[in-house]
Nanobody, 131 residues
Framework: QVQLVESGGGSVQAGGSLRLSCAASGYSSRRYCMAWFRQAPGKEREGVAGIRSTGAAIVYADSVKGRFTISQDNAKNSPTSSLQMNSLKPEDTGIYYC??????????????????????WGQGTQVTVSS
């Protein structure tokens, strides 16, 4: 069973930066899609960024383009996804989750960052941006 553990959340002022990490274990396949989602209080969970295990097929939500960067490090037995968040805004506040789904060699990662497209989730890490 895949286990995902997020880290790196915290509180920053607007304009600041944070780097989130998601450590994954238990993959039975070396091909997977990884994505970051966030959920603000009273709002639905929304997709932020996605990437394939190869490091390709990167997608971003329009609201974070140019500010956030997703990356993938496939160290042996310990793949890690990172989300570098710069120029943070108060509206970026929320709980950030990483999520993953296994894919075949011929399957593309979802271009639309929808929660239902992902099977395994981390517990989340809080990001708070103050004005």
């Amino acid at each position: 069973q895949v286990q995902l553990v997020e880290s790196g959340g915290g509180s920053v002022q607007a304009g600041g930066s944070l780097r989130l990490s998601c450590a994954a274990s238990g993959y039975s396949s070396r091909r997977y899609c990884m994505a970051w989602f966030r959920q603000a209080p009273g709002k639905e969970r929304e997709g932020v960024a996605g990437i394939r295990s190869t490091g390709a097929a990167i997608v971003y939500a329009d609201s974070v383009k140019g500010r956030f960067t997703i990356s993938q490090d496939n160290a042996k037995n310990s793949p890690t996804s990172s989300l570098q968040m710069n120029s943070l805004k108060p509206e970026d506040t929320g709980i950030y989750y990483c999520a993953t789904r296994a894919v075949s060699i011929t399957t593309s990662c979802p271009k639309s960052l929808l929660p239902n497209d992902y099977d395994d989730w981390g517990q989340g890490t809080q990001v708070t941006v103050s004005s």
